[in-house]
């Protein structure tokens, strides 16, 4: 079955620090890959996405990530995290059994230090 | 930017009641979901609708559940006897015919009392 895991439900980083969200999935062919923001009040954002080619991938608010088929892994990263960015982040698997439609994970909280 | 707009932003319910929950999908989009994310836990899939007709809904959407596009703007999540179990934050996305990306909105939190 197809599931999507992001161990980290709460991390804290300092301002100006790097950052990185990890988010592992399950599914039996390339799916299609994408990183959501929420900010509270506000509805889900998409960062980025990654369907196919370049398994690096630029998004917005200067965030990337990676998708490495061997570890089933698509990782987001950003060089210098700014106060703003505190929001909870969540990856998401588009695949299409019986119809097309989304698995997410559970989420997490980044909490960004002044 | 087009946006997809979700009212009420916060429901409150006695147990047993009728919610409807409203959502104003994109324009030009033909694909409309519902999710619910209960707190702590995932956020899940409900339910899929296409040509004025559920494509796919999950064990989730009972009997008690039901969609409904009413004119052509408006996509409706009616639960008809709330539960406690029910109080979640509940997502309405849309999509394009030929599309893979989901627009979401910024959610209604439900809370059954």
């Known amino acids: 079955a197809q599931s999507v895991t992001q161990p980290d439900i709460h991390i804290t980083v300092s301002e100006g620090a790097s950052l990185e969200l990890r988010c592992n999935y399950s599914y039996g062919a390339t799916p299609y890959l994408f990183w959501y923001v929420q900010s509270p009040g506000q509805g889900l954002q998409l960062l980025l996405k990654y369907f196919s080619g370049d398994t690096l991938v630029q998004g917005i608010k200067g965030f990337e990530a990676e998708f490495k088929r061997s570890q089933s892994s698509f990782n987001l990263r950003k060089p210098s995290v700014h106060w703003s960015d505190a929001a909870e982040y969540f990856c998401a698997v588009g695949f299409t059994s019986g119809t097309y439609k989304y698995i997410f994970g559970t989420g997490t909280r980044l909490k960004v230090l002044a | ?113």
């Not at chain 2, 429901?11 to 707190?39: A, D, K």
């Not at chain 2, 394009?96 to 209604?108: P, V």
């Open chain 2, 1 to 113: 930017e087009p946006e997809v707009t979700q009212t009420p932003s916060h429901q409150v319910t006695q147990m047993g009641q009728e919610v409807i929950l409203r959502c104003v999908p994109i324009s030009n989009h033909l694909y409309f979901y519902w999710y619910r994310q209960i707190l702590g836990q995932k956020v899940e899939f409900l339910v899929s609708f296409y040509n004025n007709e559920i494509s796919e809904k999950s064990e989730i959407f009972d009997d008690q559940f039901s969609v409904e596009r009413p004119d052509g703007s408006n996509f409706t999540l009616k639960i008809r006897s709330t539960k406690l179990e029910d109080s979640a934050m509940y997502f309405c996305a849309s999509m394009t015919e030929l599309g893979n990306i989901q627009y979401f909105g910024a959610g209604t939190r439900l809370s059954v009392l």
